[in-house]
């Protein structure tokens, strides 16, 4: 049966703009933005099997052009609308944070640094640059590591912080095997990049590491 031959509330497409994009699954998400199906399948139920095969929406969403493309109903096309879609999203995420202080909305800098960095599959290392009033002046990747660990060195982010004239940093890094428990090398590495941004008197808040769930803050743990 065809998606319009269903009953109106149980469209997806009807249900979003009823209820909300909330209210619905991640087939019926994923349907919408397939729009059709395929011989035999509804754009639903292709959104069921390519859920399945991926093993979930973060892994299709995550999947490289290779990967995404060997899957039936799909290929660079979609591939390219979904990267835009993205994309845009970490946009969104990224006005929200200029608009406020870092500190005031603390979930909406969790929800961008997941956007930026949950998906990366070695270590990456980054900063958000805070003015005075700790309003973002600017997201910076500054280092890539391999699948289990990144070189970072000081000198490279003070350099960056008197680039951007901070007046506060918030340092971010994540861990590829979705574990956001902090190591002693990380703890370590935080109280040598706080000592070194001292000096030139910019204050690090916090430090989170970006894991399969929220951020870990090691300022909430007493870590910092």
Same mark, same amino acid.
């Given at each position: =049966?065809?998606?319009?031959?269903?009953? +109106?509330?149980?469209?997806?497409?009807?249900?979003?703009?009823?209820?909300?994009?909330?209210?619905?699954?991640?087939?019926?998400?994923? +349907?919408? /933005? &397939?729009?059709?199906?395929?011989?035999?399948?509804?754009?639903?139920?292709?959104?069921?099997? &390519?859920?399945?095969?991926? $093993?979930?929406? @973060?892994?299709? =969403?995550?999947?490289?052009?290779?990967? /995404?493309?060997?899957? #039936?109903?799909?290929?660079?096309?979609?591939?390219?609308?979904?990267?835009?879609?993205?994309? =845009?999203?970490?946009?969104?995420? !990224? *006005?929200?944070?200029?608009?406020?202080?870092?500190?005031?909305?603390?979930? !909406?800098? @969790?929800?961008?640094? %997941?956007?930026?960095?949950?998906?990366?599959?070695?270590?990456?290392? +980054?900063?958000?640059?805070?003015?005075? %009033?700790?309003?973002?002046?600017?997201?910076?990747?500054? /280092?890539?590591?391999?699948?289990? $660990?990144?070189?970072?060195?000081? @000198?490279?982010?003070?350099? @960056?912080? &008197? +680039?951007?004239?901070?007046?506060?940093?918030? &340092?971010?890094?994540?861990?590829?095997? $979705?574990? !956001? *428990?902090?190591?002693?090398?990380?703890?370590?590495?935080?109280?040598?990049? %706080?000592?070194?941004?001292?000096?030139?008197?910019?204050?690090?808040?916090?430090? /989170?590491?970006?894991?399969?769930?929220?951020?870990?803050?090691?300022? *909430?743990?007493?870590? #910092?």
């Amino acid at each position: =049966m065809s998606i319009r031959d269903w009953p +109106a509330a149980e469209r997806p497409r009807e249900k979003l703009l009823n209820q909300g994009a909330a209210a619905l699954t991640d087939a019926e998400l994923l +349907a919408i /933005f &397939l729009r059709t199906g395929v011989s035999g399948q509804s754009a639903v139920d292709l959104a069921r099997h &390519l859920l399945n095969d991926f $093993g979930g929406l @973060r892994q299709l =969403m995550e999947a490289d052009l290779k990967g /995404f493309s060997r899957h #039936l109903g799909l290929g660079p096309a979609k591939f390219a609308q979904l990267q835009a879609v993205l994309e =845009m999203a970490r946009r969104h995420l !990224a *006005e929200r944070i200029r608009r406020d202080s870092a500190l005031e909305s603390p979930q !909406a800098v @969790r929800d961008y640094l %997941k956007a930026r960095l949950r998906h990366e599959h070695h270590e990456v290392f +980054a900063c958000l640059f805070l003015d005075a %009033k700790h309003r973002v002046l600017a997201f910076e990747v500054l /280092f890539h590591g391999t699948i289990d $660990g990144a070189s970072v060195y000081p @000198r490279q982010v003070v350099k @960056r912080a &008197l +680039a951007h004239n901070a007046a506060a940093l918030i &340092l971010t890094h994540n861990h590829p095997s $979705g574990v !956001a *428990e902090p190591s002693q090398a990380d703890r370590h590495l935080t109280q040598r990049l %706080k000592e070194a941004l001292a000096l030139i008197d910019v204050r690090v808040l916090d430090h /989170f590491i970006v894991g399969d769930g929220e951020p870990l803050s090691l300022a *909430e743990h007493g870590w #910092l």
